[in-house]
């Protein structure tokens, strides 16, 4: 009783509902299991916890996801933030999880962020790999010398778990990086002399992208958080070593595009950046 | 008890908490400090940054786990993959001991992301101390619960906070991790006396102690951790400390943190309350 009282949404004032699910009088149905004291009902007793939770829970989605913020707005992001959190309850011992199913449930309830869902739920997603860009399991690079000692035919690679590869219909990391960087001169203007002008400056809107195909992997190199853009080839060779391709049959997902000269480039880079591993479990690139 | 079984028989001093905005501080400037309270679940991850810098942390310092999220009071079963990554991280940080809240938070594997006030029952403390017991032996390392602050009580209880935590802690043969500030939070809010809590708990379990600043409101007050420690917490550490031994300290300040030497200095206060029981002991 008490779980589902702290966690059902609160009304249009941010107060405990005044009614419970079977239409009783909510002081009557806190009474039954909460004491009152000489100050407070059981009822404003019980709200005080109703209010710490989705306080809390709304802000943690709040610092997760700026770019979803900026781009749907504060009235339309609240709506989206507490019916997410209503319909798909944190199930996570640690707030860090709490973003992982909000594109699935941008795109199965398209009404809290019509008429831009699949920016929304792209910018979802991205906000979501850079969660895991940054805590994600690392596992040991494969070495140069390992690749060398199997044949291509037979050669199967993982990609770190860290990674998650992202091709979008927008820039989403253009547009995520600008917002960051408008609340970053937001915070600072506090500390500028001249901050009329910084804040005149900070408080427009950044601009919504334009649809733009983009193909990324969301990733981390000396555990600093990158977003790496890639062409359309480079993109379908590591979808396909992640789906459990052989290095051989990845490489002819390329396409004619993937030249040998460009092939050679791409894999020594992603090879310095440490996105190889043991091939493990199949990953599936996300695209929209 | 400066060191007993529930602390790992360690005889640490004051510390505080390990928060973001004091790591380029603590890493650049390494000030001295006797040791950091880390936060358990902020490094139950599985790589990248926060153990990188938890590891730059260690070789510097002495560190204790503290947890936000066993839920000692819920009915689920320790869940086994989290007791894992529980004990993978004790490993890594050689924590003395660990402590978590005396307190439920989750149900059928729902989180509320709170510390939720339990009903004092006897049958609550029976298996409250059971499920403490169970996640010592998974972990292998003493655990120390902790009183939480609440703002609600049930008709259900059948005895006072400080009978249950007596009880639960008996019963399990753990540790207490005292937190004073949330023992005047609940009087203000409970009208009880925080001397008579203090004076009827056994006090040689108490492995370690919290203080904190809260902020009172018209009709009840809330543990914040965003202000210095007030004084009526500062009188009951005092007379904690002269119940219960010196014990490791630690200062909690979660919100509106400010710069490392200020909260460092609040935490050091806590000398002046220790050299005071010192000599009344004398």
């Known amino acids: 009783m008490m779980a589902a009282a702290v966690v059902r949404p609160l009304d249009a004032n941010d107060n405990l509902q005044s009614r419970w699910i079977d239409g009783r009088p909510m002081g009557d149905v806190a009474a039954e299991f909460i004491k009152p004291n000489d100050r407070l009902t059981s009822f404003e007793r019980l709200e005080l916890y109703n209010r710490m939770y989705w306080y809390r829970l709304l802000d943690a989605i709040r610092d997760d996801c700026p770019g979803l913020l900026a781009a749907l707005g504060e009235a339309a992001f609240g709506r989206l933030a507490q019916a997410y959190l209503a319909k798909r309850p944190s199930r996570s011992f640690t707030l860090r999880n709490l973003c992982s199913r909000l594109e699935a449930f941008i795109r199965e309830h398209p009404r809290f962020t019509a008429p831009r869902t699949a920016l929304a739920a792209e910018i979802a997603r991205f906000e979501w790999a850079q969660t895991v860009a940054f805590d994600g399991e690392s596992r040991p690079v494969v070495s140069a010398a390992s690749l060398a000692r199997t044949p291509p035919a037979r050669l199967r690679l993982g990609l770190q778990p860290y990674v998650t590869l992202l091709a979008l219909r927008y820039p989403v990391d253009a547009y995520v990086t600008s917002v960051k960087r408008r609340d970053a001169m937001r915070s600072e203007a506090s500390n500028t002399p001249d901050s009329n002008i910084v804040h005149r400056h900070a408080a427009r809107r950044s601009r919504l992208p334009r649809p733009l195909r983009t193909f990324l992997a969301v990733h981390r190199l000396d555990n600093r958080l990158y977003y790496k853009r890639l062409e359309p080839e480079a993109f379908r060779i590591l979808g396909a070593l992640a789906l459990g391709a052989t290095l051989a049959r990845a490489v002819a997902a390329g396409g004619r595009a993937a030249t040998p000269a460009k092939v050679k480039g791409w894999f020594t880079t992603w090879m310095a950046l440490g996105w190889f591993c043991a091939a493990g479990n199949k990953r599936r690139a996300r695209a929209s | ?282």
Not at chain 2, 51 to 66: A, G
Not at chain 2, 154 to 170: G, N, R
Not at chain 2, 204 to 209: D, E, F, P
Not at chain 2, 254 to 270: G, M, T, W, Y
Request: proline share 5%.
């Open chain 2, 1 to 282: 008890m400066p060191a007993n079984r529930f602390n790992g028989h360690c005889d640490y001093g004051i510390g505080i908490g390990l928060r973001v905005p004091h790591y380029s501080h603590i890493l650049s400037k390494k000030p001295v400090v006797d040791w950091f309270e880390i936060i358990s679940e902020n490094f139950m991850v599985e790589g990248g940054r926060p153990l990188e810098l938890l590891d730059r942390i260690l070789e510097q310092y002495r560190v204790v786990q503290h947890g936000v999220s066993m839920y000692f009071g819920s009915a689920d079963k320790p869940d086994r993959t989290h007791l894992r990554r529980l004990r993978d991280l004790a490993r890594r940080t050689k924590t003395p001991w660990l402590s978590d809240h005396l307190c439920w938070g989750s149900v059928d594997g729902t989180y509320t992301h709170d510390l939720l006030p339990m009903p004092y029952t006897f049958a609550a403390a029976r298996r409250t101390a059971e499920k403490i017991r169970q996640v010592r032996d998974f972990v292998e390392v003493p655990i120390c619960v902790e009183n939480v602050s609440s703002y609600a009580e049930f008709h259900a209880s059948e005895m006072t906070e400080w009978e249950f935590l007596s009880e639960v802690v008996e019963l399990a043969d753990c540790g207490i991790l005292l937190d004073v500030n949330n023992i005047y939070v609940s009087s203000k809010n409970h009208s009880f006396d925080p001397y008579e809590y203090l004076d009827n708990i056994p006090h040689g379990r108490v492995g370690q102690m919290h203080v904190a600043g809260h902020t009172k409101f018209e009709k009840y007050i809330l543990d914040t951790h965003d202000h210095p420690v007030l004084d009526p917490v500062w009188k009951l550490y005092a007379h904690a400390t002269r119940l219960c031994g010196v014990s490791a300290t630690l200062l909690e300040w979660d919100d509106r943190i400010p710069s490392f030497d200020e909260v460092h200095n609040e935490a050091l206060k806590a000398n002046e309350f220790i050299d005071g029981a010192k000599k009344a002991a004398v």
